[in-house]
């Protein structure tokens, strides 16, 4: 089973727009870790933010905000005002353990392309 | 933040010749680094993890052979491609962690380095 599921291949907001991309994550462990990283076509990888799977509040970096429903097993990225720099890949990705060894990879879903349209 | 650097950014190479790549950390100590695989439109592939002074740890079927990593240093990993294929062309990219610090330390973070294009003729 995907251990993570990303089912927008692509999605479309207009400028100044809030959109919601889609994750969902399969995991037995208690204690794991949920994160968004963006890609522009430059390649690079960003991370956007984090959510532990003990945290209570969702978590928030500026316009970035993450709806975490551990019961659905579901961590939305929410991206308020949208702006024409936002398009990009945008890659959900999970890291099960409590400690964070580095041993610990992270699972990538197979990512939404964003477009933002002026 | 964390710096992770990668060198070369691309790469043209002929067929049946060997590629390095280089992956530095530049403002911290790297005891876990990673090695990743991306074809065009698709998500990163895991191909291997590499632990400071000891062998990597291969992804099922990942070649051991073809793709060699070494993790010399703290601060040092390299993937070689033996004898690329026109089918090795990829995105590479690598990443890695200050290890553990704690459940919100640097630790818990991966550090992404920009990637390497390798394109095999």
């Known amino acids: 089973a995907q251990k993570i599921t990303q089912t927008q291949p692509g999605m479309f907001v207009q400028e100044k727009e809030a959109v919601t991309l889609d994750c969902t994550y399969d995991?037995?462990?208690?204690?794991?870790?949920l994160f968004w990283y963006k890609q522009p076509s430059s390649g690079e990888m960003i991370f956007l933010i984090y959510?532990?799977?003990?945290?209570?509040q969702n978590a928030t970096e500026g316009r970035y905000s993450l709806n975490f429903q551990k019961a659905r097993k579901s961590a939305n990225l929410v991206i308020s005002a949208s702006q024409l720099g936002d398009s990009a890949m945008y890659f959900c990705a999970m890291r099960e353990g409590y400690r964070f060894t580095g041993a610990n990879n992270l699972f990538f879903g197979t990512g939404t392309r964003l477009t933002v349209i002026p | 933040g964390a710096v992770v650097s990668q060198h070369p950014s691309w790469v043209i190479c002929k067929s049946g010749t060997s590629v390095k790549i280089e992956c530095r950390s530049l403002?911290?100590?790297?005891?876990?680094m990673f090695w990743y695989r991306q074809f065009p439109k698709q998500s990163l592939m895991l191909m291997a993890t590499s632990n400071e002074g000891s062998k990597a740890t291969y992804e099922q079927g990942v070649e051991k052979d073809k793709f060699l990593i070494n993790h010399a240093s703290l601060t040092l990993s390299t993937l070689t491609v033996t004898s690329a294929h026109p089918e090795d062309s990829s995105f590479y990219i690598c990443?890695?962690?200050?290890?553990?610090?704690?459940?919100?330390?640097?630790?818990?973070?991966?550090?992404f380095g920009p990637g390497t294009r390798l394109t095999v003729l």
């Open positions: 995991t037995s462990d208690q204690s794991y870790g």
């Open positions: 959510q532990g799977s003990y945290d209570e």
């Open positions: 403002d911290f100590q790297a005891t876990t």
């Open positions: 990443s890695a962690t200050p290890g553990t610090s704690g459940v919100r330390g640097r630790g818990f973070k991966q550090y």
